[in-house]
């Protein structure tokens, strides 16, 4: 029994020793692949650079570089004609007075100049004296709109409930 149980404990070590190096094995092995695939990274790196590279050079041998003719030459005109002298034109404004919404008022500073002065408040009351010189408008109150009699009957029939 104790000649088993030591064979039987021997094999058990010589397993274990066995598994241990198989593991470093492994682990040596997926180093080097680590490597392997790390050159091969670089080298296809290497190689698309090199790529670039030709196709650079491929396209700089379709360009040529464009030299005129020697018979294109450029022609300048034997007289030219004087430029006009500039002067400067006064801005004519009131050609725009029709235009859009606005209203032409001869009659106050804003038709005479161009600008508008405020004028002095004069309202002795205590009522808003209207802007621009407008005198306020008392507004009418508006009157409830009426519905006739006939109206209101049948209104009340179609009326969904």
Known sequence: M????QSLASVAYQVSNLAGKVLQ????QASELRQVEASVCCLAQVVDMHKEKVSRREIGTLTVCKRPPPYQKIIYP??????????????NFSILD???HGIKD??????RTGTLTRKG???????G????????????PIQVPVVPEGRLAAASSTAPR
């Open 2 to 5: 104790a000649y088993s149980t």
């Open 25 to 28: 094995l492994l682990d040596l």
């Open 78 to 91: 034997t007289y030219q004609e004087p430029l006009e002298a500039y002067f400067r034109k006064p801005l």
């Open 98 to 100: 029709d235009v859009g």
């Open 106 to 111: 001869h009659s106050t500073q804003l038709g």
């Open 121 to 127: 408040t004069k309202s002795s009351s205590g009522a």
């Open 129 to 140: 004296a209207g802007t621009l010189g407008r005198n306020p408008r008392i507004l009418e």
